[in-house]
C-alpha cells in the first residue's frame, strides 16, 4: 500500500492536447506533487512539508479538494503513529563547477600570443616565454616577481 511507503500521491487531471481532439485519454492522472495551495490548505508551507517528504510541485496552480482531504487523512494517521515518517524530499540541489577564469591556452595563435610565444626566432617553443618571464622578474615588472617567487 502507498501509506507505508509515504504520502499518498496527488491526483491531478490530464492536460487536453491538441492530438486528443478535445476529449483527455483519461480523466486524471498521477501528479508530480501537491501544488503549494493544497499544502497551505492544510496547513503546511512549502519548507514542512518536503520536510515530512510531501512532494511539492511549484508550478501547478490548481487546488483540488481531494488531494486535500488525502493529504489530511495521511497527516492525521501520521500524528498518531500509524506511518512512519518518510525521509524528506528536498529539492536536488545541481552543483556546477565554479569557472575559474582562466581561458584555454592551447595551441592557438591567440593562445600563442597570449603566452607570449608569438616571436619570430622563438615561435614555437617555451624558452623564450621562460627567458622572458625571467627577465621580467628581474626587472620586477610583473605581480609575480612580489608574489609566489620568492621576491620582497
Do not use: C
Not at 476529449?23 to 495551495?37: D, E, F, M
Amino acid at each position: 500500500m502507498a501509506a507505508e511507503q509515504g504520502p499518498p500521491p496527488p491526483i491531478v487531471k490530464v492536460p487536453l492536447l491538441r492530438r486528443f481532439g478535445g476529449v483527455a485519454p483519461r480523466p486524471t492522472k498521477v501528479g508530480r506533487g501537491y501544488s503549494v495551495g493544497e499544502v497551505e490548505a492544510v496547513g503546511l508551507t512549502v519548507e514542512e512539508a518536503r520536510l515530512l517528504g510531501v512532494y511539492v510541485d511549484e508550478r501547478r496552480k490548481s487546488v483540488h479538494q481531494h488531494n486535500i482531504e488525502r493529504l489530511r487523512e495521511w497527516l492525521s494517521a501520521l500524528v498518531r503513529g500509524e506511518v512512519p515518517l518518510p525521509a524528506p524530499k528536498l529539492p536536488k540541489v545541481i552543483a556546477v563547477k565554479p569557472d575559474r577564469g582562466r581561458v584555454f591556452k592551447g595551441k592557438t595563435m591567440a593562445g600563442r600570443r597570449m603566452r607570449g610565444l608569438l616571436s619570430v626566432k622563438y615561435r614555437y617553443t617555451h624558452n623564450y616565454k621562460w627567458a622572458r618571464k625571467q627577465r621580467e622578474r628581474e626587472l620586477r615588472k610583473r605581480h609575480e616577481a612580489m608574489r609566489h617567487k620568492g621576491g620582497d
